[in-house]
Antibody, heavy 118, light 106 residues
């Protein structure tokens, strides 16, 4: 059964780096693109960016100056780093698989709550 | 592209028909428009992709339509488990979601 699992610290200090990893179980990261999204409590969904299995990336302009994403095909993992975190970055973070043909996000992780606070 | 969903909340009885609207400020490339269902405490679930194709395992009471800038999600016969927030998403760069429509079952 294919599934995604987010992992990483649930608490980040302001000005530090928010780092999350998503592991894909039951398949290969090759042939898809891999997304990070977030959802502040009580709010809607925000797409952060995507990384292709080739390593190329696209980011939302709202965060593109302080975000990087990478993929490790040997571990079936991809990662998010968001620099200079602030309280506004507090949210549930999701990883999701993107289908190259339809572009739809067909598999989602269960979400990881990350709180930015001192 | 700005994506606007309406209404904000829909309150209907079981068996009724729900029609959710999604409007984009500019034409969506191809039919790269998807719909998701999100229940409290859960991750979103893909319902519809390419504007009108049901994802695997989605009941046929869910249907999508539209093109260009105007899209709809229809739930033909509401069931209690359809209570959720529904989001539309366009796939131009950057990917953008609408603000969601909350469907309440009376």
């Amino acid at each position: 059964q294919v599934q995604l699992q987010e992992s990483g610290p649930g608490l980040v200090r302001p000005s530090e780096t928010l780092s999350l990893t998503c592991t894909f179980f039951g398949g290969s990261v090759s042939g898809y693109y891999w997304n990070w999204l977030r959802q502040p409590a009580g709010n809607g969904l925000e797409w952060i960016g995507r990384v292709y299995s080739s390593g190329s990336t696209n980011f939302n302009p709202s965060v593109m100056t302080r975000v990087t994403m990478s993929v490790d095909t040997s571990k079936n993992q991809f990662s998010l780093k968001l620099f200079s975190a602030t309280a506004a970055d507090t949210a549930v973070y999701y990883c999701a698989r993107g289908d190259i043909r339809t572009r739809a996000f067909d598999i989602w992780g269960q979400g990881k709550l990350v709180t930015v606070s001192s | 592209i700005v994506v606007t969903q309406s209404p904000g909340t829909l309150s209907l009885s079981p068996g009724e028909r729900a029609t959710l609207s999604c409007r984009a400020s500019h034409s969506v490339t191809g039919t790269f428009l998807s719909w998701y269902q999100q229940k409290p405490g859960q991750a979103p679930r893909l319902l519809i992709y390419s504007a009108s194709t049901r994802a695997t395992g989605i009941p046929d009471r869910f249907s999508g339509g539209g093109s260009g800038t105007d899209f709809t999600l229809t739930i033909s016969r509401l069931e209690p488990e359809d209570s959720a927030v529904y989001y539309c998403q366009h796939h131009n760069n950057p990917v953008t979601f609408g603000g969601g429509t909350k469907v309440e079952i009376k």
